[in-house]
């Protein structure tokens, strides 16, 4: 069975580490703030100018003037800082963001990246996305594997306009997890009750299939 949007921000939170600055794109990224292990600290950081993000909040403790950069309402931790984007975009351009996790409209083998455009259809825009796939060196993509119509979005090459060339190493999608290197999409784990058949039917670019394929743990 494929993963909920919830389960696949669960299985995201495992790659957070002790004392990472973190920034979560729109989206499936910003359900990971509510799956952050007990046992670590990490610091959220979103582009709009908050370090220090925490989960979304109670109906209760809704605060209208405490935002993400998609306009989310959101909560801060004890110790969160405040600032102007200017700021927060020197803090990804600078590199000092430890792991990036953003949503995405298609990736392709070469790791290159379209999350910003549908001819067509209106959307949000680029926001942060282009500073962040040029200044970070950990990203994870999250997003669905294939589209309404079952049409895959792992691409021998992305067809919508780029976001950003060669930078993502990782993708995670309601049926699997796989790594991008040598032209390929590597795969890694698949989700509970998800055949590699699955996998390889709704895989458009080149798919390396190890011998012995885990399932996820959530």
């Given amino acids: 069975m494929a993963l909920t949007r919830e389960q696949m921000a669960q299985r995201v939170s495992q790659e957070l580490k002790d004392g990472f600055y973190v920034n979560l794109g729109i989206g499936i990224p910003t359900l990971v703030a509510n799956y952050i292990p007990h046992d670590i600290h990490v610091m959220l950081q979103s582009e709009n100018g908050l370090l220090g993000m925490g989960a979304f909040p109670t109906e209760d403790a809704i605060d209208a003037d405490l935002i993400n950069a998609g306009k989310q309402t959101v909560t801060a931790v004890d110790g969160a800082s405040f600032f102007s984007s200017a700021e927060s975009f020197a803090m990804i351009r600078g590199g000092h963001v430890d792991l ?119």
Avoid: Y
Wanted: net charge negative; hydrophobic share 45%; charged share 25%.
């Fill in 100 to 218: 990036t996790v953003l949503g995405a409209f298609e990736i392709d083998v070469e790791g290159s990246i379209a999350s910003w455009m549908i001819p067509g259809k209106l959307i949000k825009g680029m926001g942060g996305a282009m500073d962040l796939v040029a200044g970070a060196d950990n990203i994870i993509v999250t997003m669905m594997h294939a589209d309404k119509k079952g049409n895959s979005k792992l691409l021998p090459k992305c067809e919508l306009p780029l976001t950003g060339f060669g930078c993502i190493k990782r993708v995670l999608t309601d049926l699997a997890l796989m790594e991008i290197k040598d032209g390929a999409f590597h795969l890694v784990e698949r989700a509970p009750g998800v055949s590699v058949d699955e996998i390889k039917q709704k895989t458009a670019g080149q798919l390396i299939v190890p011998e012995h394929v885990p399932e996820m743990r959530l």
